[in-house]
């Protein structure tokens, strides 16, 4: 009985190749994968009254849009609420990212925050204790009344975000997009 | 047996690794100001400040004067105010306090009730002097009980200390309406 003919380098070669090759694409597909969940979508998921958003350190759940044309404000009220195990002075974040009006398509100046329960700018927001407030902006004198629309930036957390294990608040991602006519208010 | 010690040394390097890294405590835990647990009705001290904690009461609603005007603020929760005695030892100090509910939150002194008197968010604390100061919070009520008052110097830093008053044995007086000046 004569012995099994030894395989040539060449196609030793050539199979180790192969499964080299197959597991390098596995390894770049599924972090390619992993690349394509993190990536921010370009269309933010639109926003609806009623229901809440998360910004990262608060929620927020948007409730009515008016227009208030004799003192020319648009104003968003809404109830917000902290989601952080403590009291939150930055409640859109640091630096700070409130929603932001877009009129005809030109942003507006940061809203001014009011905290209805004081009719006050809110200064903080306790853990627990959900709030109503209304978002201010000053429309331009020539606006007219048409739709709008409103961009929520969400801040990530990390627990974990460094060498030292150290917990961040990182960047902002564009979370969602509320399209809405306002309501009059005489 | 040549090829096995060196596959048996990187294991162990690995097992070793592992392991120091599940045990690793995170920066949070490992870099803070180091605590002194004070027991109920007894005085603390730490490197720049003292104090200790001399009663507490509950309110629904707070009002005080601003400005020239009588403020009124209520809350869907409770307002707890804390009387404190407190001193400085080497520097002038301003501070800082929280009140650690029973869930563990941290709740930082109000701002909505700027302006009332002798709030210890205003008080510039003396070396040698003692002073009287009110910490007040705004929190649910199934915070008060178990919970505990944390004192520092206004920045808090790492490694410097901070008090941990536990709260009174007795449960706080309520009032619905407290008047304080301004």
């Known amino acids: 009985m004569s012995e099994a003919p030894k395989p040539t380098l060449l196609r030793r070669l050539w199979l180790r190749a192969l499964a080299t090759a197959g597991v390098t694409a596995a390894v770049l597909l599924s972090w390619w994968w992993k690349v394509e969940d993190a990536r921010t979508p370009e269309d933010a998921p639109a926003a609806a009254f009623g229901a809440a958003l998360d910004l990262g350190r608060t929620a927020f759940t948007p409730v009515a849009l008016d227009w208030h044309p004799a003192e020319g404000k648009l104003v968003l009220s809404a109830v917000i609420e902290n989601r952080t195990g403590e009291t939150q002075v930055a409640v859109f974040g640091g630096p700070p990212h409130p929603p932001q009006l877009v009129l005809d398509g030109v942003p507006q100046d940061p809203p001014q925050i009011i905290l209805r329960r004081d009719d006050e700018p809110l200064q903080d927001l306790q853990p627990r204790l959900s709030e109503e407030i209304a978002l201010v902006w000053p429309a331009p004198p020539d606006w007219q009344l048409a739709p709008v629309r409103i961009d929520f930036d969400r801040q990530a957390f990390k627990l974990r975000d460094n060498l030292y294990g150290q917990s961040s608040w990182l960047g902002f991602s564009r979370t969602a997009r509320l399209t809405a006519t306002p309501g009059i208010v005489p | ?182």
């Open chain 2, 1 to 182: 047996m040549i090829r096995i010690a060196p596959l048996l040394t990187a294991a162990a390097a690995a097992v070793l690794l592992a392991g120091m890294m599940l045990t690793n405590p995170d920066y949070n835990s490992a870099v803070r100001p180091f605590e002194t647990r004070v027991p109920p009705g007894e005085t603390g001290q730490t490197r720049l400040i003292g104090g200790r904690i001399e009663g507490w009461r509950t309110a629904d609603r707070i009002s005080f004067p601003a400005f020239g005007s009588l403020r009124q603020r209520d809350t869907q929760a409770m307002f707890l105010i804390v009387d404190l005695k407190l001193f400085g030892t080497t520097d002038s100090t301003m501070l800082r306090a929280g009140w650690i509910g029973a869930s563990g939150r941290r709740y930082d002194t109000t701002a909505r009730i700027s302006g009332a008197f002798l709030q210890i968010q205003d008080l510039w604390l003396q070396p040698g002097l003692e002073s009287k100061a009110i910490a007040i919070f705004e929190l649910p009520e199934d915070e008060i009980a178990g919970g505990a008052l944390m004192l520092s110097d206004r920045i808090d830093a790492p490694l410097d200390g901070r008090l941990r008053l536990a709260a009174p044995v007795d449960a706080p007086s309520h009032v619905d309406h407290l008047e304080l000046d301004g």
